[in-house]
């Protein structure tokens, strides 16, 4: 088959990174996967495209100034006129509401991965609820999760249409062993450490996990935090409050990890 996968990637997360082992699991087993990515700057760098290049996934960065809605579908539809995908695979609000219904003008069959629902201030909630309508006329809707299901079920996207494909891990390379991996993220070779990675926002919860450290008093606790986002600056502030010590160090891949510890008596 022919795939084309399009998102509107960042420079890293969830959503990346299932698109990733996607078009990389289907290349492996032989079907001709192309990826198109919606930029606001040069395509060459960013890491999705250079880690896709990299598994032999041919690529096709869409540079485009904001707002460039039209350009944005005419360079869609060029790509799928020259491509001829068997199927289109959209990732993500704006490839979801702007570009799906390219391929469906041109009789493409249109798919979408839902990722999940962040939430936020009013736009965002402005962009879920176009995105949900939009579901409602793809020829196939994957959720990541059975909760994803029903909310996709009660929003008006016919059952028939759903399908439930949890997110799976595929190994790019061999993870680091133990001792190294400590040295990479900067925490103890020693000790009682506790691991998390994610996006830095709300609907993640790891305000959660520090309000509980202070009490976690039978044991000297490290927690290692491995992510960026929006709630970055609010979650330092609240880790100062509880008074928990807090030392920055850079994390391969231009992830940012942090170490908040509390130190017990």
Do not use: F, K, M, N
């Given at each position: 088959m022919v795939v084309l996968q399009v998102l509107a990637p960042g420079e890293f997360g969830g959503l990346e990174r299932v698109a990733h082992a996607l078009a990389a699991g289907l290349h492996g087993l032989g079907h001709d996967v192309h990826v198109a990515a919606v930029l606001d700057g040069p395509g060459?760098?960013?890491?999705?495209?250079?880690?896709?290049?990299?598994?032999?996934?041919?690529?096709?960065?869409?540079?485009?100034?904001?707002?460039?809605?039209?350009?944005?579908?005419?360079?869609?539809?060029?790509?799928?006129?020259?491509?001829?995908?068997?199927?289109?695979?959209?990732?993500?609000?704006?490839?979801?509401?702007?570009?799906?219904?390219?391929?469906?003008?041109?009789?493409?069959?249109?798919?979408?991965t839902v990722h999940g629902c962040t939430g936020g201030g009013w736009k965002n909630h402005g962009y879920e609820w176009l995105q949900f309508r939009a579901f409602r006329r793809f020829d196939a809707v994957v959720a990541v999760s059975r909760p994803l299901v029903e909310r996709l079920a009660r929003a008006g996207v016919p059952r028939a249409r759903i399908y439930a494909v949890p997110n799976a891990w595929r190994e790019a390379e061999p993870p680091l062993d133990r001792a190294t991996a400590r040295l990479a993220l900067g925490i103890p070779p020693d000790g009682f450490v506790v691991g998390w990675v994610g996006r830095l926002s709300h609907e993640k919860g790891l305000d959660v996990l520090l309000d509980a450290l202070p009490h976690a008093t039978d044991l000297p606790l490290v927690v290692s935090v491995v992510g960026s986002g929006t709630a970055r600056a609010e979650l330092q502030a609240r880790a100062r409050d509880l008074r928990l010590d807090r030392i920055a160090r850079r994390a391969p891949r231009s992830c940012c990890s942090r170490r908040w510890q509390r130190r017990f008596r």
């Open positions: 060459e760098h960013h890491p999705l495209l250079s880690e896709l290049d990299h598994s032999g996934v041919p690529t096709h960065p869409l540079v485009l100034p904001g707002r460039a809605y039209l350009r944005e579908r005419r360079a869609v539809a060029g790509l799928c006129r020259s491509l001829r995908p068997d199927v289109v695979h959209t990732h993500g609000y704006r490839p979801d509401v702007l570009d799906a219904g390219v391929a469906r003008g041109l009789r493409i069959p249109i798919v979408t």
